[in-house]
């Protein structure tokens, strides 16, 4: 039997500012690191939804929230819980930082990230509906194992510039409507968006696994994304495979021309025209285990527009702003929209 050992849960649960802090667990023999943070926003008397955010290969949590998928200013309007775990190194690939050690080893994260799950919500009130997953490269492929084989504690994921190995939904252990996110380049030369060498499942496939496990539409709706930065070379399509099983959908931000990069303003050489940050956490929060929350099978996208009041308005940076030719809006029930100003 595995033993747990926990350390350094001495945090309040009510706080008066922001709380950011590196835990640790001793699981399974390891000890192991997660950075949380508590946004100001968040009180022990409502619920709180978690996200988990998880770095690529060979990548460190710490670098992973600062310089890439930083939702703290997210999390502070839209009051989750942000989780950012450490993967252990992996001796059998020079000592990387993996969640999916190699053979020999059998090592998955799977149940380490249960584990965080349910320790999470001994100490805080957490909506364990709403528990969601992203991760970027190696952690989006962690992302789909999530999805597949903890489905039970898991909603809704988004995979950044990750693949599937061909077989990761052989394992998979569905009970619930789960909604799924890629965003991918198309010239993606570490997990390729058509994998030419028999490796990985395609973008397309992965999509069709998910869109033909919840039912939905067979076509997906397509839009282009406005091109706001064309000297990034890359423009992005969107796609949704709608209606299906609890008004869940399955959308893939395919970007044109695009590389292995996590979008952001904080990744100058990637693509400019969507922030990945904005687009992970609008479209898992939609969701609870039943579904599209306030699924209305007639009508399955509603416009609650009205009802949102601004909050605040950020620069690229996360940098509080009154104007700004280019500024992202967060509103008060979670959603963001950004706002590009043109002059001609």
């Known amino acids: 039997m595995k033993k747990i050992i926990y350390i350094l849960f001495l945090i309040p649960l009510i706080f008066l500012s922001q709380q950011l802090t590196t835990e640790s667990i001793v699981y399974d023999g390891n000890n192991r690191e997660y950075i949380i943070y508590i946004p100001q926003s968040y009180s022990s008397t409502n619920a709180?939804?978690?996200?988990?955010?998880?770095?690529?290969?060979?990548?460190?949590?710490?670098?992973?929230?600062?310089?890439?998928?930083?939702?703290?200013?997210?999390?502070?309007?839209?009051?989750?819980?942000?989780?950012?775990?450490?993967?252990?190194?992996?001796?059998?690939?020079?000592?990387?930082?993996?969640?999916?050690?190699?053979?020999?080893?059998?090592?998955?994260?799977?149940?380490?990230?249960?584990?965080?799950?349910?320790?999470?919500?001994?100490?805080?009130?957490?909506?364990?509906?709403?528990?969601?997953a992203c991760g970027y490269s190696l952690g989006g492929m962690f992302s789909y194992e999530l999805a597949c084989q903890l489905n039970h504690k898991i909603t809704a994921i988004t995979s950044v510039a990750g693949a599937a190995f061909l077989g990761a939904f052989g394992s998979c252990e569905l009970s619930h409507p789960t909604a799924v996110l890629s965003i991918a380049g198309t010239d993606d030369g570490i997990h390729p968006y058509n994998d030419i060498n028999g490796w990985y499942f395609s973008i397309a496939e992965i999509n069709n696994f998910w869109a033909t496990y919840?039912?939905?539409?067979?076509?997906?709706?397509?839009?282009?994304?406005?091109?706001?930065?064309?000297?990034?070379?890359?423009?992005?399509?969107?796609?949704?495979w709608m209606n299906g099983d609890g008004c869940v959908y399955v959308e893939e931000l395919k970007i044109i021309n695009g590389g292995?990069?996590?979008?952001?303003?904080?990744?100058?050489?990637?693509?400019?025209?969507?922030?990945?940050?904005?687009?992970?956490?609008?479209?898992?929060?939609?969701?609870?285990?039943d579904g599209l929350i306030d699924c209305n099978t007639s009508s399955l996208i509603e416009d609650n527009s009205h009802n949102r009041k601004l909050v605040k308005s950020v620069d690229l940076l996360g940098r509080e702003v009154n104007n700004s030719n280019f500024s992202i809006k967060i509103y008060n029930d979670g959603s963001v929209d950004k706002s590009c100003i043109i002059d001609f």
């Open 48 to 132: 709180a939804p978690i996200l988990f955010a998880l770095h690529g290969g060979s990548g460190y949590a710490e670098d992973f929230m600062n310089y890439e998928a930083d939702f703290r200013s997210i999390s502070d309007t839209a009051a989750f819980i942000l989780v950012y775990p450490q993967a252990l190194e992996d001796p059998n690939d020079g000592n990387s930082t993996n969640w999916l050690h190699k053979e020999p080893t059998d090592h998955k994260d799977i149940f380490f990230i249960e584990e965080l799950i349910d320790n999470i919500s001994i100490n805080y009130n957490v909506d364990t509906s709403r528990v969601y």
């Open 214 to 240: 919840n039912n939905t539409d067979s076509t997906p709706i397509f839009s282009e994304l406005a091109d706001i930065n064309s000297s990034d070379g890359s423009y992005v399509e969107r796609y949704s």
């Open 260 to 289: 292995h990069d996590w979008p952001s303003p904080l990744s100058s050489w990637g693509n400019q025209d969507i922030n990945a940050n904005i687009e992970v956490w609008n479209f898992v929060s939609k969701f609870n285990m």
